[in-house]
């Protein structure tokens, strides 16, 4: 089978890429892996408090839709169908972690999930030392907070405020109106307000 080089394949839209894979050529499905791995890899591990265990979720979320891509309508967009598969994988990944090792999301044996990234955020900006201890303090405070809150409300603001995916996206992949996802969001920031003041009272 002669196959496109893969800078041709970079080009191509999503449509072009899913289009070219039913038909047979590999690479374009490798290019649907390459284009939106940094993305979901980043959503997965805010779940699952584990790289390692977010890439394996990813590889497994990528696996399910390339054997389901017939299935796609494109009723969203391909990320947003990806997304929903990957998030019932690791919401299969949380319940059989917690039943096999009654692991506990706000376990925090293993270091804060979000310190990597936070250094790796921080990493070449000018910032002085205090500022940078400061915002590094803010995010793990937030981290440890939302620890505390229900998994659909993690859910939500994992989509919302940490991978900035629009309300529509959420409400597709999570598969409820965008009424409830609203609802849902505002009664987690609320949560949040409520565990940091009684947590970090001012003054």
Partial sequence: MNEQPPTAY???SDDELIAG????KTRAYDELVRRHSRKLNGMLIQMLNSEADAYDV???SFLKAFHSLRYFKG???FYTWLYSIALNQARNFLRKRKREH???LD???NGDPLEKDSELADRGLDADPVRKA???DLRRKLAQAITQLSPAHQEVINLCDIQGLSYPEIAK???ISEGTLRSRLHYAHRQLQGILADEHPAG
Wanted: charged share 15%.
């Fill in 107 to 109: 376990n925090d044996e």
């Fill in 10 to 12: 970079s080009e191509q």
């Fill in 173 to 175: 992949i999570i598969n």
């Fill in 102 to 104: 009654a692991y506990s």
């Fill in 58 to 60: 990813a590889q497994e």
């Fill in 134 to 136: 400061h915002i590094a």
């Fill in 75 to 77: 009723n969203s967009s």
């Fill in 21 to 24: 894979t039913l038909a047979g």
